[in-house]
């Protein structure tokens, strides 16, 4: 809000601002993706013909799933918070970056790797949802014979 209304860029005064701007960024990123996984193999669980896998499609599952895996994103998220800093362009210009060296082609790769293996992630458990879908036997109701 002070970034917009205002023209007040805390992240490049203060460096603790800057670094969980950029640590929410990066948590945030992840976190979406990494839900909307959660979503598709929910779906796959619900829709298997299997009573086995379809018990696996509830709450205390879901709520342990979300947890442990909010859990372990934070952690390994944290270097996003380690690496960020203010970097002076110009004399009296400063702004949130990360460090140089050899963290902004981690960075890259590490996007890509997400986003290869997070759009995979979505079209296999997509496809196992469909081919679930798709091999619902229909029960058909019993035939009432009247004469």
Sequence with gaps: M??????INTGSYNIFCCRIR????VLCDILSSFYLILAAIDRMFITSPSVETRR????HFAYKSIISDT???IIFSSHSFIF???????????????KFGF???FIAYYSLIKIISMSSL???????????IRNVRRVSGARIITS
């Design 56 to 59: 696996r499609s509830n709450n």
């Design 2 to 7: 002070l970034d917009i209304g205002y023209n």
């Design 22 to 25: 950029v640590y929410l960024f």
């Design 122 to 132: 979505m079209i296999v458990f997509g496809s196992l949802t469909v081919r679930n």
């Design 84 to 98: 960020a800093d203010t970097v002076q362009l110009v004399p009296n210009h400063f702004i949130c970056y990360t």
């Design 71 to 73: 859990l372990f994103w």
């Design 103 to 105: 963290y902004p082609a």
